[in-house]
């Protein structure tokens, strides 16, 4: 064991870690393509779609965000696949090879209509890799004890990819972390059949996201095994439910689901309203950048001590505390007129999706039927997908109505999450045994 996990979830994170930086550089780099010139978007722009005038930010925001819809919506049927067919690697690596072939197409296509179907097969890609190994890291868990600190350090290693991957792309595009114009790079001279050539910074963006790809599928390939049980225990009855098994309550992995949907959701809202929050706080897009990585951030230092915390004392006091502490740390985001002050609103958030995180994944977990941890837990990162889908889009809509209407909403999600919770979901680990001690690292 490494880091006191299986080292299998160990290289599914860093799989996932690599996954993930790759598919963050295309957030930052694609509006830039786009926007650039070597995309032809003329005789769309200005077009005329059901009275709605299109503009090359809508065009640009369609691009973006087909990826989280197809993503999303595709997980279900994705990890009900795998656990119907045992072959949850295979689905992982397929769904790392379409992701790579598609990221290395962009620099073909030169039409937008190109760009949005490339576009669309990187988000079946990780319709294929996001719950498969989301269910891997569950299969390994030979206990619920370890479940949480499973995900904990799965959720982390994800983060820093998606966290730093945009950074890392601004500095590619433009050849360092201050300039602001797309460079030009020579090939090294040790490749003589490309002695000469020069590609562009949005070349260099787009081979490392196939890059972050092959090193995923090396470190799946090398370091990953299917579970032996999950054949033989493969049910035929995969539905996601919405009502418990009594009828007489809702589901609590449905309910989960709608949890991690309106968390998701508030993470968002912040990331549309850029110019509005710089204005209204006298700052600039520094501070800004600090502000919407403040979740992240305390997400990475928070995911595993929280995971494990919930191995020990159980899922449901961190889910609620995540909700309760939630709900002021969004509202502030709508009241507070200081950078500082947003900073620390934005920090504990972080701190509250911490806690319902990875104890969501676990829980989850917990109550998945064995050979179904892939349709269940598809579920919850569906849901996060479709949070992170729509809040651009909530906000965007809402903030017409005033600055505090958007945080007020996500606010009373949040009351709405904390309700459901408290009321339809029911701890799944035994707190009267003796806590288990943290597992010892071994080379």
Do not use: H
């Not at 097969?121 to 996001?130: E, H, P, Y």
């Not at 969004?330 to 934005?346: H, I």
Request: net charge negative.
């Amino acid at each position: 064991m490494v880091l006191g996990v299986d080292r299998r979830v160990l290289a599914l994170a860093m799989a996932r870690m690599a996954d993930a930086l790759g598919n963050s550089f295309l957030i930052i780099v694609l509006p830039l393509y786009i926007a650039s010139g070597e995309i032809t978007i003329a005789g769309i722009v200005g077009g005329d779609l059901l009275g709605f005038r299109l503009t090359e930010e809508f065009l640009i925001g369609v691009v973006l965000s087909l990826f989280g819809f197809l993503n999303s919506f595709g997980q279900p049927f994705t990890g009900r696949l795998s656990d119907r067919t045992n072959r949850r690697k295979f689905y992982i690596l397929l769904g790392l090879v379409i992701f790579a072939v598609a990221s290395a197409a962009y620099p073909f296509v030169t039409s937008y209509w190109s760009v949005v179907v490339v576009r669309g097969l990187q988000g079946l890609g990780a319709a294929f890799t996001v719950p498969v190994t989301v269910a891997l890291v569950n299969d390994y868990a030979t206990s619920d004890r370890e479940r949480g600190g499973n995900f904990g350090v799965f959720n982390t290693f994800r983060l820093i990819g998606f966290g730093f991957g945009p950074v890392i792309a601004g500095a590619v595009v433009t050849g360092g972390f201050g300039g602001d114009r797309v460079v030009t790079y020579a090939l090294p001279g040790w490749l003589p059949a490309f002695a000469g050539l020069r590609v562009s910074g949005f070349d260099a963006a787009f081979a490392v996201a196939v890059l972050g790809a092959v090193v995923s599928f090396a470190l799946v390939v090398l370091l990953v095994t299917d579970p032996e049980s999950t054949e033989a225990d493969a049910g035929e009855d995969l539905a996601i439910a919405v009502l418990d098994r009594n009828g007489d309550g809702l589901d609590p992995v449905f309910v989960l689901g709608l949890g991690t949907l309106f968390m998701a959701l508030t993470i968002a809202l912040y990331a549309t309203l850029q110019e509005t929050i710089n204005a209204r706080l006298g700052q600039g897009s520094t501070l800004f950048g600090l502000q919407f990585s403040a979740v992240v951030v305390a997400n990475v230092l928070l995911q595993v001590p929280v995971g494990r915390w919930s191995d020990r004392y159980g899922r449901r006091p961190f889910l609620l505390a995540g909700f309760v502490i939630l709900i002021p740390s969004v509202f502030a985001q709508g009241v507070v007129t200081d950078p500082l002050l947003m900073l620390g609103a934005r920090f504990l958030q972080g701190v509250a999706v911490a806690c319902v995180f990875a104890p969501s994944l676990a829980l989850a977990g917990d109550l998945a039927r064995e050979g179904q941890s892939g349709t269940q837990l598809s579920i919850l990162t569906m849901a996060f997908g479709l949070g992170v889908a729509f809040g651009p889009l909530v906000s965007g809509f809402l903030v017409s109505f005033g600055f505090l209407v958007p945080f007020a909403f996500g606010a009373g999600l949040a009351v709405l999450a904390l309700v459901l919770v408290f009321s339809q979901v029911e701890e799944t680990i035994g707190t009267a045994e003796p806590p288990a001690a943290d597992p010892a690292p071994q080379d």
